[in-house]
Every structure is written in C-alpha cells, then in structure tokens.
C-alpha cells in the first residue's frame, strides 16, 4: 500500500531546504482514462467521459464512494468538482471500512431551540463505508467544503461559520476545491475561500474516496450526475 509512514517536519531548520522540497512529491491517482486503481463501494454508478469521473444517480443503491486502492497520509489535493442541483456528494479522505458493527454519537450540523447541537446515536453496519468527508453540497446552506464524518461524527466544526465560507459555492458551476491533510491538521479552500480549519488525531490514514449519495426513492433525482476533474495530488 502507499501509506506514507512518519516523516520528519518540513519547517525543521537542521533540514536543508532542498532537502524539505523533496518531500512533496505529486501522484497520479486517476490516469483521466478509466478506473484503474479505484474500487467501488456501494454499488453506485462511476464512469469516465472526456477525461472526467461521473457518478450517476440511480434508484436502489445506498451511499455510494468510488475510493483509491491505495491508501494516503499527509497530502495536498486538488480538484474541480461540478454537481448537479438535487444531489448531495463529498471528497472522502482518510477513509476506511468498519470490520464490524459501530455505533457513534453524530451531529449533522443542525441546533435544537434552546440552541444546543441535535446529536444522536447512529449504528453503522460491518464493512460500511466510513471517514473525513470534504462536504459537497450545492444548496444554500452554504455548507460546501466544511469537514464532516461520514458514517461516524457527522460535521467536526460548525458548517457555514463565515459569510465568506458559506457564499463560496457557485450553483450549476465547476467548483475548485483544495483540501491539505497534514498529521492533525485538517484544512480546506472552496475557490480559494478558506472553510475548514481543523485538528483532530482520530484516523490516521485511509482511502481518498469521491461520494455518489443515495437517492432513496425520490425519482427525481435519476440521472443528475456529480463530476470530477483536474485531480491533482500531491503526498506530503
């Protein structure tokens, strides 16, 4: 597996400069042809057109991620993301699979009237897809490119916190997302807006994973797609 193992901190001064420089190292992980080195869970439909990852909506399948075979650390990632306006999607990164049955505490950013977090108790099944989540959401909450678990904690900060963050999103436009995980230290830009800037030590190291969310029964929603271009990343 790619898992990048410990390395020494870049900023340190006893490390020559050139030295610091080749640590970044950028990494094809979607060859802009076909699937080669992705796995699908789920069951969702993935497919490449014209050098971009489609996913499609379809009736009967649950949360589904389309996710590296290799696994990654520390990275910098870059990508266009253009979804349709009834769908919900996400960059998964650090992600894994449960070997059994979990349950976790989630908050899925919504407050109850006396102003508290509406948290719940959620159980998750073996083998379920699970991890950071780089939100991508296309209504006007203005949640897009906040940080949330998927499948366990659910939001890790309070979406939407700035006016800023949440007004960066353009509707029905391709979106520019960069998102730089760094030991603890999670952070991510929506067309150069600063909107999460976390630390949290949980997960490691995992998949990096792009999300077709299910539709459940809402005919609606058949066939409007997510894509994802220009991929580029870079293992720290």
């Not at 991890?131 to 959401?137: A, N, P, S, T, W």
């Not at 897009?144 to 900060?157: I, N």
Request: glycine share 12%; hydrophobic share 35%; net charge negative.
């Amino acid at each position: 597996m790619a898992c990048q193992g410990p390395k020494k901190d870049a900023s340190d001064q006893s490390m020559p400069p050139e030295t610091a420089a080749t640590l970044a190292q950028e990494k094809v992980i979607f060859n802009g042809k076909d699937l080669q080195g992705w796995k699908n869970y789920g069951g969702g439909k993935f497919f490449v057109e014209d050098d971009v990852i489609i996913g499609e909506a379809a009736m009967g399948f649950p949360n589904s991620f389309l996710a590296t075979e290799d696994m990654y650390q520390d990275f910098e990632m870059e990508v266009d993301v253009l979804i349709d306006p009834l769908l919900n999607s996400g960059i998964q990164i650090r992600s894994n699979t449960y070997p059994q049955e979990t349950k976790t505490m989630r908050w899925g950013g919504r407050f109850k009237d006396d102003g508290t977090k509406d948290i719940i108790e959620r159980t998750w099944e073996a083998g379920r897809f699970w991890g950071y989540q780089v939100e991508i959401d296309p209504n006007e909450n203005g949640w897009s490119a906040a940080l949330y678990e998927e499948g366990g904690r659910g939001f890790l900060h309070s979406p939407g916190e700035t006016e800023e963050a949440s007004g960066a999103f353009k509707r029905s436009e391709w979106n520019h997302f960069r998102i730089k995980a760094e030991g603890d230290h999670f952070q991510t830009w929506l067309n150069g807006v600063l909107v999460a800037d976390v630390h949290d030590d949980f997960t490691k190291t995992g998949y990096i994973g792009l999300q077709l969310h299910g539709i459940g029964k809402n005919e609606e929603k058949i066939g409007q797609k997510v894509r994802w271009k220009n991929i580029k990343f870079t293992v720290l």
